[in-house]
């Protein structure tokens, strides 16, 4: 079993920044893809971004593209979303998941999924 487990969600104001870390424990995989998903009240979840354990390939959703920037640390096996120019609509909460489908895959259907961490957005 892989854990994860997500932290750095909080109040902000429209136009800040905030940084979530999804930190990975026991079997990890040099296959996996990492994932962010969002899911907002009364919304289905919806992708974010994805990144690849074994190199630097990313893909974000249209929405957030140019605003938000997916990186990791494999000595720390820790993901994180670097979240810039947030706006009210990126109310969430913001979860971590793994799996090892190809990278641009974007369904729910992953193998793990983190607890989620709240991000509020206020005007």
């Known amino acids: 079993q892989v854990q994860l487990v997500e932290s750095g969600g909080g109040l902000v104001q429209a136009g800040g920044s905030l940084r979530l870390s999804c930190a990975a424990s026991?079997?990890?995989?040099?296959?996996?893809?990492m994932r962010w998903f969002r899911q907002a009240p009364g919304k289905e979840r919806e992708f974010v971004a994805a990144?690849?354990?074994?190199?630097?390939?990313?893909y974000y959703a249209d929405s957030v593209k140019g605003r938000f920037t997916i990186s990791r640390d494999n000595a720390k096996n820790t993901v994180y979303l670097q979240m810039n120019s947030l706006k009210p609509e990126d109310t969430a909460v913001y979860y971590c998941?793994?799996?090892?489908?190809?990278?641009?895959?974007?369904?729910?259907?992953?193998?793990?999924w983190g607890q989620g961490t709240q991000v509020t957005v206020s005007s």
């Open positions: 998941a793994a799996d090892t489908r190809p990278l641009f895959s974007t369904s729910s259907l992953v193998n793990y």
């Open positions: 026991g079997r990890t995989f040099s296959s996996y893809k």
């Open positions: 990144i690849a354990w074994s190199d630097l390939n990313t």
